[in-house]
């Protein structure tokens, strides 16, 4: 039987390089990725503090009665998360 065969002739560090650059890469695309999700999990926090804020603020200004109540049984827009 007669078999066809090729030498093959690779640059086995050129490979390994490139694999030890897109590792790197992957990594740092990770690292940033986790950077991005905590600003962005401080930002909602931020944006929910003020919408508690400005809705305790408006309450205040609709009717004082209805907020001492409000105040009286505990039921105050800071202890919603």
Do not use: C, P, W
């Amino acid at each position: 039987k007669d078999f066809d065969v090729q030498k093959v002739t690779a640059n086995f560090k050129e490979i390994e390089r490139n694999i030890q650059e897109q590792e790197k890469f992957r990594e740092e695309a990770e690292k940033q990725l986790e950077k991005d999700m905590a600003n962005l999990k401080f930002a909602y926090q931020d944006i929910n503090k003020k919408k508690r804020e400005l809705e305790e603020a408006k309450l205040k200004q609709s009717n004082s009665k209805k907020t001492e109540q409000v105040e009286h049984l505990g039921m105050r827009f800071s202890n919603r998360r």
